[in-house]
């Protein structure tokens, strides 16, 4: 049942190239998003091209269906996922280390302002 929802290929197919390879990729992009200080929203769109890049993936090394609008905003999804939060740890870690005196950590993808 699973195998269906997720992707039309094994487990360790959609493991390996959406988890590994895609969120990975994504999780990398929104921390770049985040050091150069731009907004959330372009991780938006680099996860697009990105979903597309790993449908492809899918497609030329597994046989897997290239132009499948399920496939792809399943595995559009789980990019944006890994994005968001490479992007909301990178900008809490720059917070913090950079406005040392205003800012302290409340997690790893949080920070709060510092007592007077």
Known sequence: ?????????????????????GGGAAAL???AVALTWRPWWQIVVYVLMLGAAVRFIHY???DGTLLSL???VVD???CLIFGAIGFQ????TQMVTQYRRLYQP???LR??????
């Open 1 to 21: 049942m699973t195998q269906g929802l997720l992707n039309e290929g094994t487990i360790g197919v959609f493991l390996l190239v959406t988890i590994v390879l």
């Open 70 to 72: 399920h496939y792809y």
């Open 60 to 62: 030329a090394l597994f």
């Open 29 to 31: 992009a929104g921390r």
């Open 76 to 78: 559009t999804a789980i």
């Open 106 to 108: 409340n997690g790893p």
């Open 89 to 92: 740890t990178a900008r809490a």
């Open 111 to 116: 920070w709060r302002r510092r007592a007077p």
